[in-house]
């Protein structure tokens, strides 16, 4: 059955859950994921103080405590990293560790305060959806809502300096001033995700939904709402997971099924997905195989042969006999050969045009090597064998313009048309 | 009236002095040269005019006037190198991002930036590549992005970091035209540059620097083989040593207190 209460939750969840997509996505390209890492560590002893000083697990005092603390780890970054000559990612490791060190000493003297255990704080290690009240899905509803308008009104700037930030200091925007705004809007997201997610892995909400969405879209504002939708299905789903089981934390079902997305993003996203890029190599080696096949038996032609037998075919080109029987079938499936009763193969009509074709194209650009390139005759032909796979029509027309219609290759062949 | 005055101009990177007392004024509608070897501080010198670098000492003028009065009037073209072009964004996209102002934060591109971003995109011969990802270019391509971008800027004088770099011979005439036909239309170009091969005879002014002035003025007048043995020659032994203790015991480049007259 659904209660109203969970649907506040789910509510809640899918809020939270998409503005850190959406405000992920200029960590991500801004290169900057290590930080929302080091930030979400850094939130922990906010977390612990502000309890100590409400006295109770107030959601205010808690993204207070949590803002002041992640906006103060991110200029112990900045300071180390400037004066101290240590690098920015051993800057990073360090504020990470002693701040998340600082407020697990702080959340182990809250615990031990009355009203310590029923608050659940060790819960913000880990994240879990069923200690959210009410008051605390409303208050950070209403600042996930903040950072989002924040964000759609300050895109040009947060575009501009997140792709090229002296340009945007040059046309006088106030590029520090930008920034600091985004890390506050980054700070906050991660605070408010806190509860629900956890200080471990919190960072995996902000970053992982931008980095599936990049290979979906080439454009900042349709990447930035995939990467929403990614971030909504995770937390939503990790958030309904969590709560089949009485123990079960949130954050760890959120990174699964982040997990999960990426994992089908690397597999089927369009041009640089795996299967994607499979399909492209393998579609080029057919077309390698099948073209150099045609060339072998326009090659024999050449020589008066005018059908071929396996045997003789491989005679004439070194080839794995597997890929030659498998190319022969789909040729003439094509209709370019035609296979005797006797096992003889010969070029069909259409076969021997684009045999020619693609004879003609490796002549004429071993013709170019040699002639406008200045390669040398005998360092051509490697060349020549990928590129004739390549060039299409239009280019064929330069060439041939360019070499004003020749008759013969370098190796005095006949170059057919 | 001058297009840029530099003063005084001083710029250390940790102490290291890369660019040390620089002066002069440059005029209006030329192609300028900023040339030198590595390291001899040009692309100091442009960011140091976009103030994007900390002066120790010296000023700028653009146009008789302080920076922040002329933004609208000055477009500076970063080096290539400089951003990701991974970034998800169109070569529209970007050349839209010379439309953005910080007096305009919250409005919307209006019909006139539409055109004047088309146009800019059009004088640069990427129409048929406007909504391709801008990784999906060529070198020349993106450089000629970066043009475009400027251009829709609608300035008077641009600044342009090392446009020729990693550009081919065929790219490389393309933006000299481009560059020559924005000159014939009045507006001043400033192109750092590093060396001085077949590009440098088509511009009209020339700055010769290897982190101090050499020499600058009308091309004919600058390129002594006495300025260019300056320029070329190798860094001085013995300014390089002093640029490399004060460095090392992280002295001021300015004594404190001191003013530039």
Request: net charge neutral; with cysteine.
């Given at each position: 059955?659904?209660?109203?209460?969970?649907?506040?939750?789910?509510?809640?969840?899918?809020?939270?859950?998409?503005?850190?997509?959406?405000?992920?996505?200029?960590?991500?390209?801004?290169?900057?994921?290590?930080?929302?890492?080091?930030?979400?560590?850094?939130?922990?002893?906010?977390?612990?103080?502000?309890?100590?000083?409400?006295?109770?697990?107030?959601?205010?005092?808690?993204?207070?405590?949590?803002?002041?603390?992640?906006?103060?780890?991110?200029?112990?970054?900045?300071?180390?990293?400037?004066?101290?000559?240590?690098?920015?990612?051993?800057?990073?490791?360090?504020?990470?560790?002693?701040?998340?060190?600082?407020?697990?000493?702080?959340?182990?003297?809250?615990?031990?305060?009355?009203?310590?255990?029923?608050?659940?704080?060790?819960?913000?290690?880990?994240?879990?959806?069923?200690?959210?009240?009410?008051?605390?899905?409303?208050?950070?509803?209403?600042?996930?809502?903040?950072?989002?308008?924040?964000?759609?009104?300050?895109?040009?700037?947060?575009?501009?300096?997140?792709?090229?930030?002296?340009?945007?200091?040059?046309?006088?925007?106030?590029?520090?001033?930008?920034?600091?705004?985004?890390?506050?809007?980054?700070?906050?997201?991660?605070?408010?995700?806190?509860?629900?997610?956890?200080?471990?892995?919190?960072?995996?909400?902000?970053?992982?939904?931008?980095?599936?969405?990049?290979?979906?879209?080439?454009?900042?504002?349709?990447?930035?709402?995939?990467s929403a939708l990614f971030g909504i299905l995770s937390g939503v789903g990790g958030g309904l997971l969590s709560l089949v089981g009485e123990d079960m934390p949130?954050?760890?079902?959120?990174?699964?099924?982040?997990?999960?997305?990426?994992?089908?993003?690397?597999?089927?996203?369009?041009?640089?997905?795996?299967?994607?890029?499979?399909?492209?190599?393998?579609?080029?080696?057919?077309?390698?195989?099948?073209?150099?096949?045609?060339?072998?038996?326009?090659?024999?032609?050449?020589?008066?042969?005018?059908?071929?037998?396996?045997?003789?075919?491989?005679?004439?080109?070194?080839?794995?006999?597997?890929?030659?029987?498998?190319?022969?079938?789909?040729?003439?499936?094509?209709?370019?050969?035609?296979?005797?009763?006797?096992?003889?193969?010969?070029?069909?009509?259409?076969?021997?045009?684009?045999?020619?074709?693609?004879?003609?194209?490796?002549?004429?650009?071993?013709?170019?090597?040699?002639?406008?390139?200045?390669?040398?005759?005998?360092?051509?032909?490697?060349?020549?064998?990928?590129?004739?796979?390549?060039?299409?029509?239009?280019?064929?027309?330069?060439?041939?313009?360019?070499?004003?219609?020749?008759?013969?290759?370098?190796?005095?062949?006949?170059?057919?048309? | 009236?001058?297009?840029?005055?530099?003063?005084?101009?001083?710029?250390?990177?940790?102490?290291?002095?890369?660019?040390?007392?620089?002066?002069?004024?440059?005029?209006?509608?030329?192609?300028?040269?900023?040339?030198?070897?590595?390291?001899?501080?040009?692309?100091?010198?442009?960011?140091?005019?976009?103030?994007?670098?900390?002066?120790?000492?010296?000023?700028?003028?653009?146009?008789?006037?302080?920076?922040?009065?002329?933004?609208?009037?000055?477009?500076?073209?970063?080096?290539?190198?400089?951003?990701?072009?991974n970034f998800p964004a169109s070569v529209r996209d970007v050349v839209k991002m010379g439309r953005y102002q910080p007096g305009r934060l919250f409005k919307r591109?209006?019909?006139?930036?539409?055109?004047?971003?088309?146009?800019?995109?059009?004088?640069?011969?990427?129409?048929?590549?406007?909504?391709?990802?801008?990784?999906?270019?060529?070198?020349?391509?993106?450089?000629?992005?970066?043009?475009?971008?400027?251009?829709?800027?609608?300035?008077?004088?641009?600044?342009?970091?090392?446009?020729?770099?990693?550009?081919?011979?065929?790219?490389?005439?393309?933006?000299?035209?481009?560059?020559?036909?924005?000159?014939?239309?009045?507006?001043?170009?400033?192109?750092?540059?590093?060396?001085?091969?077949?590009?440098?005879?088509?511009?009209?002014?020339?700055?010769?620097?290897?982190?101090?002035?050499?020499?600058?003025?009308?091309?004919?007048?600058?390129?002594?083989?006495?300025?260019?043995?300056?320029?070329?020659?190798?860094?001085?032994?013995?300014?390089?040593?002093?640029?490399?203790?004060?460095?090392?015991?992280?002295?001021?480049?300015?004594?404190?207190?001191?003013?530039?007259?």
């Amino acid at each position: 059955m659904i209660s109203s209460t969970l649907l506040l939750v789910l509510f809640g969840l899918a809020v939270i859950s998409s503005v850190a997509g959406v405000v992920g996505c200029y960590a991500f390209l801004r290169k900057r994921t290590l930080i929302g890492d080091a930030v979400s560590h850094a939130v922990l002893p906010g977390v612990a103080i502000g309890f100590m000083l409400s006295g109770t697990k107030d959601p205010i005092a808690l993204l207070l405590g949590g803002l002041f603390f992640g906006y103060i780890s991110i200029i112990s970054i900045d300071l180390i990293h400037r004066k101290s000559k240590l690098s920015e990612d051993t800057a990073i490791a360090i504020v990470t560790t002693v701040y998340f060190a600082l407020g697990s000493v702080l959340l182990s003297v809250v615990s031990s305060m009355e009203n310590g255990q029923q608050a659940g704080l060790k819960n913000f290690l880990f994240g879990k959806v069923a200690t959210l009240t009410e008051l605390d899905i409303w208050v950070f509803s209403f600042a996930a809502i903040v950072v989002l308008v924040a964000v759609v009104l300050f895109f040009k700037p947060f575009s501009l300096i997140s792709f090229n930030k002296d340009f945007a200091a040059a046309q006088g925007w106030k590029t520090n001033n930008y920034e600091t705004l985004i890390s506050v809007l980054t700070v906050l997201v991660i605070t408010i995700g806190l509860q629900a997610v956890g200080v471990v892995l919190m960072s995996a909400l902000l970053i992982a939904p931008a980095a599936a969405a990049r290979y979906w879209t080439n454009s900042l504002p349709k990447m930035m709402i995939i990467s929403a939708l990614f971030g909504i299905l995770s937390g939503v789903g990790g958030g309904l997971l969590s709560l089949v089981g009485e123990d079960m934390p949130t954050g760890p079902w959120v990174v699964m099924i982040l997990f999960f997305f990426t994992m089908l993003t690397l597999l089927f996203a369009p041009k640089k997905g795996y299967f994607a890029i499979r399909r492209r190599t393998q579609s080029n080696e057919r077309k390698i195989n099948e073209e150099n096949v045609l060339k072998i038996l326009h090659q024999l032609g050449e020589m008066g042969k005018e059908e071929a037998s396996i045997g003789e075919m491989l005679d004439k080109r070194r080839m794995d006999t597997t890929v030659l029987l498998k190319t022969i079938k789909t040729l003439k499936k094509e209709g370019f050969i035609e296979v005797k009763d006797s096992k003889k193969i010969r070029l069909t009509e259409n076969g021997k045009i684009e045999a020619m074709r693609v004879v003609r194209l490796h002549r004429l650009w071993e013709l170019y090597l040699t002639q406008q390139l200045k390669f040398k005759e005998d360092h051509i032909h490697g060349t020549a064998e990928t590129i004739e796979h390549l060039i299409t029509d239009e280019l064929e027309e330069a060439l041939l313009k360019e070499l004003d219609y020749p008759d013969m290759d370098p190796h005095a062949k006949k170059i057919p048309y | 009236m001058n297009s840029i005055e530099v003063h005084n101009l001083t710029v250390a990177y940790q102490q290291l002095p890369v660019l040390w007392d620089v002066d002069f004024e440059l005029p209006k509608g030329q192609i300028i040269g900023i040339v030198g070897p590595n390291g001899s501080g040009k692309s100091t010198l442009l960011k140091a005019i976009m103030e994007l670098v900390p002066l120790s000492s010296g000023y700028v003028k653009i146009l008789d006037k302080s920076l922040d009065q002329m933004r609208k009037h000055v477009a500076y073209v970063p080096q290539r190198e400089t951003v990701d072009w991974n970034f998800p964004a169109s070569v529209r996209d970007v050349v839209k991002m010379g439309r953005y102002q910080p007096g305009r934060l919250f409005k919307r591109l209006t019909d006139l930036d539409n055109q004047l971003v088309d146009e800019a995109i059009e004088k640069v011969k990427l129409t048929p590549f406007a909504n391709r990802q801008i990784g999906q270019l060529s070198g020349g391509q993106q450089q000629r992005v970066f043009i475009a971008r400027a251009l829709a800027q609608g300035a008077d004088v641009y600044l342009m970091d090392e446009p020729f770099v990693g550009v081919d011979v065929a790219t490389e005439k393309a933006i000299m035209d481009l560059l020559q036909a924005m000159r014939d239309e009045g507006k001043t170009i400033v192109v750092v540059h590093h060396d001085l091969q077949a590009v440098t005879a088509n511009f009209d002014y020339l700055v010769l620097l290897n982190t101090r002035l050499i020499a600058h003025g009308a091309i004919g007048d600058v390129l002594t083989s006495e300025n260019l043995q300056a320029t070329y020659g190798g860094q001085l032994n013995l300014f390089a040593q002093l640029q490399q203790i004060i460095q090392e015991k992280d002295f001021p480049i300015r004594e404190k207190g001191f003013e530039d007259k």
